[in-house]
């Protein structure tokens, strides 16, 4: 009689002894139960009680014998119930900073089976067939590979819940979502909780809604997984280039990759001269996935995020892009496949067989390798530009012109007769798609210009910030045509 409620913890057995009133009875409520558990600095290190899916709890607990407690995963005991330890690959024959590194990461979205395959798939190339195939981009590059961004997502995805995208932390209230049986609710989308055009800061394409599958999590850039990214970036700031790779839909895409809805006001495009090195770049890229076995990435589904896709707020690209300069792409594997009994495209899904899934990381391993054959050709670039002035049209009191360069760079101009520099304007795009602007004066100008390539490389050697003359110089006259 009268005993009152206490906890003992011995190991990992936590004991509840249950108050009881002067007859003996048993008197505790189940929110006593709780709070006890949790006030208990033992018990809370090993477990946290509440009552039932937001219960009052003020119904009277019975006495019950041991029970041995779950956390109702599915995964084998050798999965490790702990946050996992993010892991990655650095292959080169020097890696020391001083070559151009390139970062490979996959698997984002933990139910993005087929990513970690490409991954792996590469690096497993650069190692094995080193000899044989890849020794240029080992010797010449320090590579990363993140073979999978989500590792605890990934297990609840491939153990528990398939279509699992988030990550595992539960952001949500304690009550409601924050029940272990709506664990499939929780999580954070990783790639919506960068510090680039994010939904904190106005842009659309992400949700705060703890259960939402485009959730943004609290704040830019609360969840390790991302600061993770953030961190290697920042640790080997050699790392020039990026491949973020997703799935499913067969996409490559390139930043900006979000936008306000209101006005549809998107983050700043990248400059003419860069946009078209993701252009040529792309091309190359392309074609070696295609020549696994024919896929082909359609014009629609190539270019920057929203203008393919959709906005996608505080996602890596536009982290690494516009915090530290990093030429990054996203992959989407998983071309739709046609059917040539029904003519039609279907799509392979998540995760598709694992024959289909097997090729569709052969292709996209290709498109990575590629990368890196891209990457070292930058390193190699010391070739300079040249630009040519060509005049496009004119009237009687206009002139239009505009510049042609044979490779992606970008032109630099004045019109007043001073030396051009790179504070001088830049040639831009005359939209999406449609080729460098025109330039209409009207009236006789002297346009003084030179080109820098996307390694750096000034045309002419000209030193724009020096007092050398060795510019472009060209009269553009009134009436040209």
Known sequence: ADSPLSVAVTGKDIVVSLATGPTGALTSTAKQVVDAVNASPAASALVTAS??????????????????????????????????????????????????????????????????????????????????????????????????????????????????????????????????????????????????????????????????????????????????????????????????????????????????????????????????????????????????????????????????????AGNSADEHWFNRGIIGWDFEVGADLYDPATGRFQAVGFQPPFAEGHQEAMEFANGQIAILEVARAFSKDRRRPDSKLRITGGTGTSTSFTFAVNEPANIYYTLDGSRPTFDSPKLAAAAMREGAQQITVNQTVEVRFFAVDIAGNVENNYDPAGNGNNYNDKRVKVGTS
């Open 51 to 312: 009552t039932y899916r937001g219960n009052a709890g003020a119904g009277l607990v019975a006495a019950a014998p041991a029970t041995k407690l779950s956390d109702f995963l599915k995964a084998p005991a050798s999965v490790t119930r702990e946050p996992f330890q993010t892991k990655a690959l650095r292959i080169g024959k020097t890696r020391d900073g001083s070559k151009v590194g390139v970062f490979l990461y996959c698997q984002e979205h933990a139910r993005e089976w087929v990513t970690p395959l490409t991954c792996l798939e590469t690096a497993e190339r650069l190692l094995r067939n080193y000899s044989r195939d890849h020794r240029e981009v080992v010797d010449d590059l320090d590579i990363f590979i993140m073979p999978t961004v989500n590792p605890d997502g990934g297990h609840y995805s491939l153990y528990d819940f398939n279509m699992q995208r988030r990550n595992m932390t539960n952001h949500c209230p304690a009550t409601g979502a924050a029940d272990p049986a709506a664990r499939n609710s929780w999580g954070v989308d990783l790639n919506r909780n960068f510090s680039v055009g994010s939904l904190f800061d106005g842009y659309s394409g992400a949700s705060t809604s703890c259960t939402s599958d485009t959730f943004a999590g609290p704040a830019e850039l609360s969840e390790p997984e991302a600061r993770n990214e953030v961190w290697l970036t920042q640790q080997f700031p050699n790392i020039k280039f990026a491949m973020n790779t997703h799935s499913y839909g067969g996409y490559f895409m390139w930043p900006p990759g979000a936008y306000k809805s209101a006005g549809r006001e998107l983050l700043p495009r990248v400059d003419y001269g860069t946009e078209n090195y993701f252009w040529e770049a792309s091309d190359h890229i392309l074609s070696a996935v295609q020549a696994h076995r024919g896929t082909a990435i359609w014009p629609g589904r190539t270019g920057p995020v929203p203008d393919v896709l959709y906005s996608a």
